[in-house]
C-alpha cells in the first residue's frame, strides 16, 4: 500500500554536498523542503572519531563508506557487444552513502576548471581545425561560460574556506598561484596548507624545468575559519586519512562541517534517512513531476508529493534516476540519439615513481588529501596540441594523499608481487619515493554511454545502471604524452630511478584510479545533445532540476567538486530568482 | 594569564633559594583564586634579573618544582613531564625562550639555557619515569562519564572532537605530535585549557587547541581533565 503525504514545496532526492546546499538556500527562502537520503545520518561526533575511524581494513578495503553494493550494485562492461556483470566491490571509483554523500570522503582536492573547458568544442575547432578530432569523439560546450560561473566558484570557495594560493586575480598573475588559471575574483579564503618534503622537491625540479608549480588547492584547512554561513571549522592535522575516510578533526570541509549545522536548524527542512526514491512521479502528460516515491527503512512505500524536484545524487545515480522515471530518452549507442546516459565520462590518471636511496627520507605518511604542489602547464588547453592528435592534458604533482600501510606500498618493476621479496623491497623502499599524479581529462565518446540493465536488479526489484566504457584512444595518448613529461621531472628531483606508468586501455573497474564518474544528464544548449539546460532544468519535465558532475558535458582535466559547487550556486540563483518566481521553462526548447 | 599566577609570583620571589621553595609551595597549596591580570606582568621584571645573572651554563633546579622524577606538583600546577615526548618538552622550551609560550618562570629558566641544551634535558624528562599519583579527591562518577565521553567520542552539539584523536588512545600521547594527557595532573590540565581558551597560551600549532577549548565550558575542562588525571598511565 503506499501512503501519500503531504505535499511540499521541494524535494532533495540524496543529502550530500549538492543536496545540503539547495535544500539551505531554498529552506531559508521560505520554502517547505524535505530532503531524502537512502544512507543514515552521521556526524563528526560520534561516527568519524577516531581510531575507528583509522581503520584501513575497515574503510580502504572494504569500503564501509560507499553505497552498498550488495543492495545497490552497477553492472559493467568495456564494450556494448560484452555482457556487463555486477560491480560487487567498488574498486575503479567509489560512491558513498549516507548523510553528507560521497564528499565525507573526498580529499579536499578544490579546484576550477578554465574558461576555454566550458567551451571545449568551439574552443578546440577555432585553435586546431574541424577535422582534428576522432570522430567518435562527443564533446560539446557547456552552455555557461567560466564568467558565469566565476562568482559560484567563489561562493563555494568560501563556503568551503579552501586553503590556496590565488594565481590570476582580475587578470593580474600572481607570484607563487598557478598562472594557467582563469581569472578570479578575489584569493582563497585560507593560504595554502603547508608544503610537505616531496613538494618542495618537485617544487624545485619543475621550477628547474621552467615550469610553474603551486600549492594545491585544499579543502583540508590551513587554519581555523569561520564560513559565511557562521559554521566554524579547524585546522588540519595532516594525518593522512582523508580519501576513503572521514574527518574526525571537523578540519575537511564536508556537509557536516560547513553546512548541515545550518539547514537542520531550520524548521522548513525535513531530513529522512534511510529512504530509498525509486521514482520520480510524473502526471499522465509526462511533462510534470508530482513528487517521488520512496521505501523506507521498514519497508514501507510513500508518495511524497512536491512542486519540485531536486536529484542530487552521485553522478551516476542521477542518471538511473531519471531512467527509472522515464524523464528524457534513452541514449542509444547505435543511431546517437536519446540523451539519458550520453556523454558518460571518466578521469585519466597515470602515475610516476622516483625512487631515491635511502638516505632520502620522504615521510609519505605526512600528508593531507590535497597538501601537494603541482603544474597546469599540461594541463587542459595551456600548451599547444598541434600535430599531437589529442586534446586535453592532465595536471602534473607531487599530490600524494598518504603513506597508510595496506595501500601504499610503492616498488619498482621487477619486485615480485608476494612474499619475502615484495616485503624487503615495501621496507627499502617505502619512506624513499616520490608518487607523482598525472590527474588527466576524459574526452566523451560515442560508445561510452550508461543505461538500465536488462537483466540484473536492485534489492528494490530496480534494474541497476548499466556503465558502457573504455578509455577513448584521444585519451590514451594524452596520457603517454603528459607521464613522459613527469618522468622527465622525476629525473630532474635526482632520483635514482624514475618510473612512468601512463594510462593504457583497456579500462578496469577492479583498479581504483579516481571517483570522477562524469556525465549521462549532460547540460547544454541543444535538447538533442543535453539532457539539462544551462540551469540544470529538464529539458522534458520542467519542475524536475539534475544536479550533479553527471552534467558535465565531459570531463575536464581536474577533479571535479568545485566545478558541481559552482553549478550548485548557479542553478540555486536560477531557481531562487527565476524558477521559483514563476514556475516554467527557464530556456525555451 | 596562567591560572596559577599565585603560586609562580611566590616562585618569583623566592626560586634564588631553593630550600625555601617547598615552604613557599606549602604555603600556596590552598586553592588559588583566579589570577588578578596585574599579577603576571608585575612579577616578570622581578623575574627577568635573578635569571639573567644565572650562569648559561648552570642546572635550573627543574626538580624543585617538576619533582625528583618529573612527577610534577599537582597543587602548584606545575605539569608531570616524566615520559613526556622529548620533541614535545623541546618545543615547549624553546617556546619558552622565544616567548611565544607565556611563562615567567620557565622563560627564565629556558633563556638561560642554549638550544643544546634545551634538548638534552627535555630528552632527560622523556626517559625519567616516575609513579602515577592518584588525586587526593577522584572525580565523581558523573563528572568521570562527561569526562570520558569529551575524551573517546567528544561533542558534536559544541563541535569538539575527542581529545583521543590527538593525543592518542587513553590519551597515552603521540611521540613528536601531541603530549600525553593520562596520568598528568587535572590542575595543570585545567590551568593550560584555560590559558588556551582566554588566549593566552597560543604556541598550538595551527590553533589546534584553541580551537577545542574555546568551547568547553568549565564544567567540560573539570570533566575532562578529572578525567585524564584518573587515568594510570604506567598501565600502559
Known amino acids: 500500500m503506499v501512503q501519500r503525504l503531504k505535499e511540499v514545496d521541494v524535494v532533495v532526492i540524496g543529502v550530500g554536498m549538492v543536496g545540503s546546499i539547495v535544500a539551505k538556500e531554498l529552506a531559508a527562502a521560505g520554502y517547505k523542503v524535505v530532503g531524502l537520503e537512502r544512507g543514515q545520518t552521521r556526524f563528526t561526533v560520534p561516527e568519524f572519531q577516531s581510531p575507528a575511524v583509522h581503520d584501513e581494513l575497515r574503510f580502504d578495503i572494504r569500503k564501509a563508506l560507499m553505497q552498498d553494493n550488495t543492495r545497490e550494485p552497477v553492472t559493467f562492461r568495456n564494450q556494448g557487444s560484452q555482457v556487463a556483470l555486477p560491480v560487487r566491490r567498488w574498486e575503479s571509483f567509489l560512491p558513498g552513502t549516507g548523510l553528507g554523500g560521497s564528499m565525507v570522503h573526498w580529499n579536499g582536492q578544490t579546484y576550477r576548471f578554465q574558461a576555454t573547458d566550458f ?20 564533446i560539446q560546450d557547456w552552455g555557461v561560460t567560466y564568467d558565469d560561473l566565476e562568482p559560484h566558484y567563489d561562493r563555494f570557495e568560501y563556503l568551503l574556506g579552501t ?9 593580474r598573475i600572481q607570484a607563487g598561484g598557478d598562472p594557467h588559471e582563469s581569472p ?31 600549492p594545491q588547492p585544499s579543502s583540508n584547512l590551513s587554519q581555523p575559519y569561520t564560513n559565511p554561513e557562521g559554521v566554524k571549522l579547524n585546522a588540519c592535522v595532516f594525518c593522512g586519512f582523508c580519501e576513503r575516510y572521514a574527518c574526525e578533526h571537523y578540519a575537511k570541509s564536508v556537509p557536516q562541517t560547513v553546512i548541515l549545522p545550518v539547514l537542520l536548524a531550520n524548521p522548513n527542512f525535513e531530513l529522512r534517512t534511510g529512504c530509498q526514491v525509486q521514482r520520480i512521479d510524473l502526471d499522465s502528460t509526462k511533462k510534470h513531476a508530482t513528487g517521488v516515491t520512496y521505501i523506507d527503512a521498514v519497508g514501507r512505500v510513500f508518495e511524497q508529493p512536491a512542486s519540485l524536484v531536486i536529484t542530487s545524487t552521485f553522478a551516476i545515480n542521477n542518471i538511473r534516476m ?12 547505435a543511431t546517437g540519439h536519446g540523451v539519458v546516459g550520453r556523454n558518460y565520462a571518466y578521469q585519466t590518471m597515470s602515475t610516476v615513481a622516483s625512487f631515491f636511496d635511502e638516505d632520502v627520507i620522504i615521510n609519505p605518511f605526512m600528508a593531507s588529501g590535497a597538501s601537494g604542489t603541482l603544474i597546469n602547464d599540461f594541463a587542459g588547453d595551456n600548451f599547444d596540441h598541434s600535430g599531437l592528435g589529442f586534446i586535453g592534458g592532465a595536471y602534473i604533482g607531487a599530490v600524494n594523499t598518504n603513506g597508510r600501510p595496506i595501500q601504499y606500498h610503492p616498488v619498482p618493476p621487477g619486485t615480485p608481487a608476494w612474499g619475502k621479496g615484495w616485503k624487503q623491497a ?3 623502499h617505502y619512506n624513499h619515493t616520490v608518487m607523482f599524479s598525472c590527474h588527466g581529462s576524459s574526452v566523451s565518446q560515442r560508445q561510452n554511454y550508461c543505461d538500465l540493465d536488462p537483466t540484473y536488479r536492485d534489492a528494490w526489484g530496480q534494474p541497476v545502471l548499466r556503465i558502457t566504457f573504455d578509455f577513448p584512444p584521444n585519451d590514451i595518448k594524452m596520457a603517454a604524452y603528459v607521464t613522459a613529461k613527469a618522468v622527465e621531472i622525476g629525473k630532474a628531483m635526482g632520483a635514482k630511478q624514475v618510473v612512468g606508468s601512463p594510462r593504457k586501455g583497456p579500462y578496469t573497474v577492479t583498479q ?21 539546460n544551462r540551469y540544470l532544468q529538464s529539458w522534458d519535465v520542467p519542475n524536475v532540476f539534475v544536479i550533479g558532475a553527471s552534467n558535465y558535458p565531459q570531463n575536464a582535466t581536474w577533479n571535479p567538486t568545485g566545478t558541481l ?17 514563476n514556475p516554467g521553462r527557464l530556456v525555451s526548447a | 594569564m596562567n591560572a596559577p599566577a599565585p603560586p609562580f609570583v611566590r616562585f618569583t620571589f623566592s626560586f634564588l633559594l631553593i630550600a625555601a621553595l617547598p615552604c613557599a609551595l606549602a604555603a600556596s597549596a590552598t586553592p588559588a583564586p583566579a589570577a588578578t591580570p596585574a599579577a603576571t606582568p608585575a612579577a616578570k621584571p622581578a623575574a627577568a634579573k635573578p635569571a639573567a645573572a644565572t650562569p648559561a651554563a648552570a642546572a635550573p633546579p627543574c626538580e624543585a618544582c617538576h619533582g625528583a622524577h618529573g612527577e610534577g606538583m599537582a597543587a602548584a600546577h606545575v605539569p608531570r613531564i616524566a615520559r613526556q615526548s622529548a620533541d614535545y618538552l623541546k618545543k615547549q622550551l624553546d617556546d619558552y625562550a622565544a616567548g611565544t609560550r607565556d611563562n615567567p618562570i620557565m622563560a627564565n629558566f629556558a633563556k638561560a639555557l642554549s638550544e643544546q641544551q634545551r634538548a638534552k634535558f627535555a630528552a632527560r624528562y622523556a626517559a625519567m619515569s616516575a609513579p602515577y599519583i592518584p588525586q587526593p579527591k577522584p572525580p565523581i562518577a558523573v563528572h ?40 598528568q595532573s587535572a590542575e595543570f590540565l585545567a590551568s593550560a585549557l584555560k590559558a588556551f581558551k582566554d588566549g593566552t597560551r597560543k604556541n598550538d600549532a595551527g590553533e589546534l587547541m584553541r580551537s577545542v577549548a574555546e568551547r568547553l565550558d568549565d564544567a567540560d575542562i573539570a570533566a575532562v581533565t578529572g578525567y585524564f588525571a584518573s587515568v594510570d598511565l604506567s598501565n600502559h
Not at chain 1, 559547487?565 to 518566481?581: E, R, S, V
Not at chain 2, 565521553?149 to 605530535?177: I, M, S, T, Y
Request: aromatic share 10%.
Open chain 1, 512 to 532: 581504483y584510479q579516481t571517483t570522477h564518474n562524469t556525465g549521462g544528464t549532460v547540460m547544454g544548449d541543444d535538447p538533442k545533445t543535453s539532457v539539462v
Open chain 1, 184 to 214: 578570479r575574483f578575489r584569493d582563497y579564503p585560507t593560504p595554502p596548507q603547508k608544503e610537505h618534503f616531496q613538494g618542495a622537491m618537485f617544487r624545485k625540479a619543475a621550477g628547474s624545468l621552467g615550469y610553474h608549480p603551486f
Open chain 2, 144 to 183: 568521570l562519564a562527561r569526562g570520558h565521553q569529551l575524551a573517546f567520542q567528544g561533542d558534536e552539539a559544541k563541535r569538539v572532537q575527542a581529545c583521543n584523536a590527538c593525543h592518542g588512545p587513553d590519551g597515552v600521547g603521540v611521540p613528536h605530535a601531541a603530549p600525553y594527557l593520562a596520568g
Open chain 1, 426 to 428: 615495501v621496507v627499502k
Open chain 1, 565 to 581: 559547487g559552482a553549478l550548485t550556486y548557479w542553478a540555486i540563483d536560477a531557481l531562487k530568482n527565476k524558477y521559483l518566481k
Open chain 1, 163 to 171: 586553503s590556496g594560493k590565488a594565481g590570476n586575480i582580475k587578470g
Open chain 1, 322 to 333: 531519471l531512467l527509472l522515471s522515464g524523464i528524457g530518452k534513452p541514449y542509444d549507442p
Open chain 1, 119 to 138: 567551451q571545449l568544442a568551439t574552443r578546440t575547432r577555432e585553435r586546431y581545425g574541424k577535422n582534428f578530432l576522432d570522430p567518435d569523439v562527443t
